[in-house]
């Protein structure tokens, strides 16, 4: 599977962004995918995922309630509502796929099957 992210931009804070992530393929419906992002000079950090099923959903203790991970099987494609966007939530964000992900936290960003390029977010404050 290839993923490409897109939606990113410049945002006040308070605002809010919609980001996609399109992923080419047949057999996207058997990836769980994720968001992940990277400010600079951190490491990148893990998001949100969503399980393969899309029954699941998991968030980084710092965007819970106010981001929203979902998927559209029929468009292959997941997306990444932000909502009430904080400067702190500046980063380029990616989207990634792991095969019959159930939602789970990653541990790390090891063990993804699929990268997409990334997306600058950048929350003004």
């Known amino acids: 599977v290839q993923l490409q992210a897109s939606g990113g931009g410049l945002v006040q804070a308070g605002g809010f962004l919609r980001l996609s992530c399109a992923a080419s393929?047949?057999?996207?419906?058997?990836?769980?995918m994720g968001w992940f992002r990277q400010a600079p000079g951190k490491e990148r950090e893990f998001v949100a995922v969503?399980?393969?099923?899309?029954?699941?959903?998991n968030y980084a203790d710092t965007v819970k309630g106010r981001f929203t991970i979902s998927r559209d099987n029929a468009k292959n494609t997941v997306y990444l509502q932000m909502n009430s966007l904080r400067p702190e939530d500046t980063a380029v964000y990616y989207c990634?796929?792991?095969?019959?992900?159930?939602?789970?936290?990653?541990?790390?960003?090891?063990?993804?099957?699929?990268w997409g390029k990334g997306t600058l977010v950048t929350v003004s404050s």
């Open positions: 969503i399980s393969w099923r899309g029954g699941r959903t």
């Open positions: 990634a796929a792991r095969f019959r992900w159930i939602g789970t936290v990653p541990l790390s960003t090891a063990g993804m099957d699929a």
């Open positions: 393929g047949r057999t996207f419906s058997s990836y769980g």
